[in-house]
């Protein structure tokens, strides 16, 4: 069984443009959750999906930021535009039951540079 | 604001020695604590969960939870230099969400 992907691995862009980022869940697995790690700190909790409908987005730094599970499926998350404090490591994990009910399968994350 | 706190390290312990990992949290009605293990440029890997006060047994490894003091911990018997990693503690805060330490970095000395 596959686990989680995501894409792109690394990504290195300049201040004030616009990133994308994928993540593709194990099959099956309704609940989606994305955090990030910027350098020195714990990570973070971003947001939640349960199927395509957000659920928690609480950890979402400001509007710069997009999330999208569209289908159910994969994810998506934007970037727009991009500033330097947007530096960090995103993971994406997913799982069968909520957070605190069943494992979190993680990806291996994408690394985002803003220079 | 809730956390979770762990000693950076690094810590260092022999092959085949008890590696001992610590790590509070201040949010009491906290139900569901988890360590994962993370390698360099790689993904967290779940290696414990835990949800009720005392011992749990897997393999080499025991978590241990008190949930009065807010503590919980991880013990890595018969230490392998496979064991070498960073070590993260998570913890649910009853909200679905799930807050995680900075992480404690373990070197097993060959």
């Known amino acids: 069984e596959a686990g989680v992907t995501q894409f792109p691995s690394h990504s290195v862009i300049e201040k004030g443009q616009t990133v994308t980022l994928r993540c593709d869940p194990i099959?099956?697995?309704?609940?989606l959750y994305w955090y990030r790690r910027v350098m020195g700190k714990e990570i973070k909790f971003l947001l939640h999906?349960?199927?395509?409908?957000?659920?928690?987005e609480s950890g979402m730094p400001n509007n710069r930021f997009l999330a999208e599970r569209t289908g159910g499926t994969y994810s998506t998350l934007k970037v727009q535009p991009a500033e330097l404090e947007d530096s960090g490591v995103y993971f994406c994990?997913?799982?069968?039951?909520?957070?605190?009910?069943?494992?979190?399968?993680f990806g291996p994350g994408t690394r985002l540079t803003v220079l | 604001q809730k956390e979770v706190e762990q000693n950076s390290g690094p810590l260092s312990v022999p092959e085949g020695a008890i590696a001992s990992l610590n790590c509070t949290y201040s949010?009491?009605?906290?139900?569901?604590f988890f360590w994962y293990r993370q390698y360099s440029g790689k993904s967290p890997e779940l290696i414990m969960s835990i949800y009720s006060n005392g011992d749990k047994e897997d393999g080499r490894f025991t978590a241990q939870l008190n949930k009065a003091s807010q503590y919980v911990s991880l013990l890595i018997r018969d230490s392998q230099p496979s064991d070498s990693a960073t070590y993260l503690c998570a913890v649910n805060t009853g909200d679905d969400k799930i807050i995680f330490g900075k992480g404690t970095r373990l070197h097993i000395l060959p």
């Open positions: 994990a997913s799982s069968m039951g909520l957070a605190g009910e069943s494992e979190q399968f």
């Open positions: 999906f349960v199927k395509e409908s957000k659920q928690d």
């Open positions: 099959s099956g697995h309704d609940n």
């Open positions: 949010d009491r009605v906290s139900q569901s």
